[in-house]
């Protein structure tokens, strides 16, 4: 049976690699990884976030105990990228969440990003927040991140 690639789901979503895993020297894995597990980054940039674009980016989080926490995690300079997956029948936005982990990397299933590149394994009590990388939610998310971080146009 023929595949019938899916013409109407996102076409791309917006990957972080936060502040703490460049710290460890884990960016140059992670990119390696990203590009084996059938993405291409179409844009990658590195940036330092100012205390703004950091309440804008995480604007659902503003006010919650952990959010100081959270603002560290991407405080120190991120690198931003915007990644489609090469399977065309795929959705980026899931296929990226899938591949991350879940958000608690001591959590997150074998082999996940957030699994091999989160925190706790290279230190005792890492906070939660220190979950190594990004993916966005929906695709509501995935452009208005890409609009704050790419100036790519807010379009459906
Ligand atoms: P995800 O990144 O998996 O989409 P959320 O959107 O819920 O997770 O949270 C955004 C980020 O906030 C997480 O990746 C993590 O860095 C941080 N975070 C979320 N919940 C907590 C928490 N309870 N304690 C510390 N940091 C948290
Ligand atoms: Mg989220």
Redesign the pocket.
């Known amino acids: 049976m023929a595949i019938i690639p899916k013409v109407n789901h996102p076409f791309y979503t917006v990957a972080l690699i936060?502040s703490r895993a460049l710290k460890r020297a884990n960016g140059i894995n992670i990119i390696a990884k990203i590009v084996e597990s059938g993405f291409d980054i179409v844009r990658m940039r590195t940036k330092p976030l100012c205390p703004t674009e950091i309440e804008a980016f995480?604007k659902?989080?503003v006010g919650?105990?952990?959010?100081d926490?959270?603002v560290e995690?991407?405080s120190g300079g991120i690198i931003a990228m915007i990644l489609e997956i090469r399977d065309p029948t795929l959705d980026p936005i899931k296929a990226w969440?899938e591949a991350?982990g879940?958000?608690?990397a001591s959590k997150a299933a074998e082999g996940t990003f957030?699994n091999l590149f989160g925190g706790y394994r290279f230190y005792p009590n890492a906070?939660?927040?220190?979950?190594a990388?990004?993916?966005?939610?929906s695709w509501t998310e995935a452009r208005f991140e890409a609009s704050l971080l790419f100036g790519m146009p807010n379009v459906k």
């Open positions: 936060k995480y659902e989080h919650r105990p952990y959010y926490s959270l995690s991407v969440r991350i879940a958000t608690d957030r906070p939660l927040s220190d979950n990388v990004h993916g966005s939610g």
